[in-house]
């Protein structure tokens, strides 16, 4: 209950009884101030319970993704020798496509699957597939990838549009930046774990044997079926439990797509398909890349898990500062942070530009970069990358979750969406152009998407302005 909630309650209450009145409202302030810590407590422990289960599920599926190719590319390999087609066709770079174009296409029925079962529930359904998904590297034949691939994409429309709509019931306008911080950081904890894990096991290789594959594909396995319990140790939360408007599942659908058209939605875009972009380079593409880099000689396949290590890095060091300094964040505004994150990936992808060849992620190549390729420099850019990478998706999460905090499904919704997008799209090129062509489309997306955020936060500024200045002048 708000101090102005009381006061009118106050003020009837003394024309009838100025002692009972003194002692109820007392009693009713006491009640409010002793809730107000337990509900917060109640939500911090929700924010890491979150972090903790994203961080297991997706330590099997970033890690995987992050060695995905280089996996593939290995088991044709000993498939070839010993005369076996069932994984000839495979190609990691598309089944991350299909992942992120099946993830587009069922993002739209999400909020409704979020809105029926909640989201807690909704995150459980969609963790399931992310566990099946690296499972099939147990027993690898290229359809059953690409099935997997596509289920996958309904897995992670569903586990994203809850995951945003539970931290937004978890936060206020005050804790959103500093909440997504904390999720940022421990998810992303997954890229460091995972690697390190993948760093000590593939040292030495030249590929990667059977042996090898199996103890890497067994433990992954494991620690996302892991997280898929942990999602269930949540507490149940929903709009209406949370005093917000419950909305039924073709409400939001139809408020899906109203809200995709909005000014606001359409000039986020950009930025959401930036993050797609990005995200598909850093997750998929460049730890590859580094790989394929006959120049970093022996230690090129241990380079691989090194660099997602540090992408890691990148990742938790953004997400802890942004929760560390949560209510500084919150005053400056998300455009400053945004900012940031841009000249460091522009800073990190033109490195990237000049230490690695540009046909790097096409196979192993021993073809000459503009310079020669440092495996220091290499492993610099995985953390200005994931650094970067944090600045732009933990200022979105603040966004989007203070502007619609109402109904915060389906603005989630078309975050994933034209993310998954770009996402997809980046994965069908990938196999057929340079990475220098990449970096250009990268560098493109990168000033249009900051350019965009800053105008959308500099249009919520002088709204916020212009409603305090009609209130000031109301109560005048």
């Known amino acids: 209950m708000m101090d102005s909630d009381l006061a009118p309650r106050q003020r009837i209450l003394s024309r009838e009884d100025d002692d009972d009145s003194s002692v109820l409202i007392q009693a009713e302030m006491g009640r409010n101030t002793n809730s107000e810590p337990s509900l917060e407590r109640r939500n911090m422990k929700n924010v890491l319970l979150l972090g903790v289960s994203f961080l297991l599920v997706f330590t099997a599926f970033q890690t995987m993704g992050n060695i995905q190719q280089t996996l593939v590319q290995s088991i044709q390999s000993e498939y070839e020798k010993e005369n076996k087609t069932d994984f000839a066709g495979a190609n990691g770079y598309t089944s991350q496509s299909i992942i992120y174009a099946s993830f587009a296409v069922f993002n739209w029925i999400a909020p409704s ?81 995972g690697n390190i894990f993948v760093f000590f096991v593939f040292a030495g290789a030249d590929t990667i044997s059977y042996d090898i594959r199996m103890v890497t594909v067994g433990v992954l396995f494991g620690v996302g079926a892991l997280g898929t319990l942990f999602i269930l140790f949540l507490n149940n939360l929903s709009n209406s439990s949370e005093g917000r408007k419950e909305t039924s599942a073709l409400g939001a659908f ?115 970069a503009f310079i020669t390729p440092n495996a220091f420099l290499a492993i610099f850019c995985s953390f200005l990358i994931g ?70 936060c500099f249009l919520r500024k002088r709204s916020l302005a212009n409603s305090n200045s009609t209130i000031a002048i109301s109560t005048e």
């Open 113 to 193: 699957v979020v809105s029926v079962i909640g989201p807690k529930m909704s995150m459980f359904l969609g963790s399931i597939p992310y566990a099946l998904f690296v499972g099939s590297f147990l027993i690898p034949m290229t359809w059953l990838l690409y099935l997997t691939s596509a289920i996958l994409g309904f897995g992670a429309a569903v586990i994203w549009t809850g995951q945003g709509n539970y931290l937004t019931l978890c936060s206020n306008d005050a804790t959103m930046t500093r909440n997504s911080g904390i999720f940022w950081a421990l998810m992303q904890s997954s890229f460091l774990i």
């Open 254 to 368: 139809k408020n899906s797509v109203s809200l995709f058209f909005t000014k606001e939605m359409l000039l986020l875009s950009l930025t959401f398909a930036y993050t797609g972009i990005s995200l598909s380079f850093l997750a998929g593409v460049y730890s590859t890349c580094i790989g394929n880099t006959l120049a970093f000689g022996d230690m090129a396949k241990q380079l691989v898990g090194l660099s997602g290590m540090f992408i890691g890095v990148g990742e938790i060091v953004g997400g802890l500062l942004f929760s560390i300094f949560g209510k500084k964040t919150a005053r400056w505004g998300q455009d400053p942070i945004v900012l940031f994150g841009f000249v460091t990936h522009v800073v990190g992808f033109f490195i990237v530009f000049l230490n690695i060849p540009a046909d790097a992620n096409m196979g192993p190549t021993d073809t000459e």
């Open 387 to 456: 650094f970067g990478d944090s600045c732009f998706n933990t200022q979105i999460y603040s966004l989007v979750g203070i502007m619609y905090s109402e109904d915060s499904a389906p603005a989630f919704m078309l975050f994933k969406f034209v993310q998954s997008i770009a996402s997809a799209i980046s994965f069908f090129y990938t196999p057929y152009t340079s990475v220098h062509i990449q970096l250009l489309i990268i560098g493109i997306l990168a000033f249009s998407g900051t350019v965009t955020f800053w105008i959308v």
